[in-house]
């Protein structure tokens, strides 16, 4: 970049994208990145359950989910609805949870007077969170709505009729999959409030410690206790031990406490952190392990830990093109590809793992070894880079897929509030069956749905702007929370 400063003359071309002589083009400001980071935290705004506040920006919402654990005689309300649909997902919410706090933690620092929005994103989950996790001793509530039926309707959170059965994880009926993230989301929350709500944070890492102690001694998967209440949605397909090193690592770094080192240091070899696998995901958590714990390596050359070092630079390896050990898939417009159904979870994840990776990397010199090359911090940030800017817009179809951002973006996502008028604007209920209209409409959904990122493009580019195709048009809460990470630091680092 040094050659760099010598041209700093500034192009504006017709489409907008600005250019600096002798550097690649950036097809967005430092201002855009800042509007797409401010998007993407209201559309959490949009997500939420409970009681809305005064300072509510989607206004389009309304309350909902009022007597959520009533059916239990507990109090669950609040949280978030996990995407298109009116159920409350442990599994979902939690991953969510850690990656928002998480994002604060690596690029809080970039967020300037976004750090509000960021914190009221983190604190909407984590307060759901602690009160499913202390409502009754010895259990933690891990969802609220039958799914089943919830995705047989087609109705606005404000409405909803469906049946709010409560369920949850217990010694009998373990679930250490579920509790293992439930402990990383408040161990990394309690980080993020570490000095602004001090008693807060305490409460947060407290209680993250009694739901790991409980996910470690009663083990199993959630799948298993659950079965079709969670499965097919969000069946824990890799099972719980890549959970429980996540989780001891987060209450770790949150704590400093040496017995989650020792933890990490007998247990961490057997938990799967080995294997290759380049889908970080609310299901698998070992590729963000690997980079978290590669941290304590390369800042304190901790014990033991040279192994995450190596896990993360063959991690990143097999993602970057050019590597001897290279594997990853891209399409032709060069969007990092690893599933059909929401394909741009694994994008967000993926780029927020090459911006904290290359900040551990930087700060301690270092760089990944790819057999005889080594990619540096730069090249993980210029990699991550095209996938941010991909989303924005600077692709083949020329569409953003971030709702609400530039002038053409999805019009007809699969999501139910946002779909049918709001209740603001009809305020007459609007029945199970009766939702289906909307469904079905061929216009553009009443209400913008502001920030949201939808499943994206096919293995071609190819997007269906069609609220029928969930696995292209429907978004996700775990798919915005790495991405308002990876956003902050662009607008702070273009
Ligand atoms: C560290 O964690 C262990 C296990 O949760 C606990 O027994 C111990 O009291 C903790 N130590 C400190 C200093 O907090």
Redesign the pocket.
Known sequence: MAHATTFSLKIQTLLGTVCWLSISCSAFTSQDYAEALDKSLQFFEGQRSGKLPPNQRLTWRGDSGLSDGSGDHVNLVGGYYDAGDNVKFGLPMAFTTTLLAWSVIEFGSSMHNQMENAKAAIRWSSDYLLKAATATPGTLYVQVGNPNVDHSCWERPEDMDTPRNVYKVTAEKPGSDVAAETAAALAAASIVFKDSDPSYSSKLLQTA?EVF?FADKHRGSYSDSLGSVVCPFYCSYSGYQDELLWGASWIHRA?Q????LSYIQSNGHTMGADEDDFSFSWDDKRPGTKILLAKEFLEKTTAGFELYKSHSDNYICSIIPGTPSFQAQYTPGGLFYKATESNLQYVTTTTFLLLTYAKYLSSTGRVVTCGSSTVTAESLITAAKKQVDYILGDNPAKMSYMVGFGSRYPQHIHHRGSSIPSIHAHPDHISCNDGFQYFHSGSPNPNVLVGAIVGGPDNRDNFGDDRHNYVQSEPATYINAPFVGALAFFSAHN
Do not use: H, T
């Not at 406490?257 to 989650?260: H, K, P, W």
């Open positions: 410690i102690n704590s406490n040496a017995s989650y």
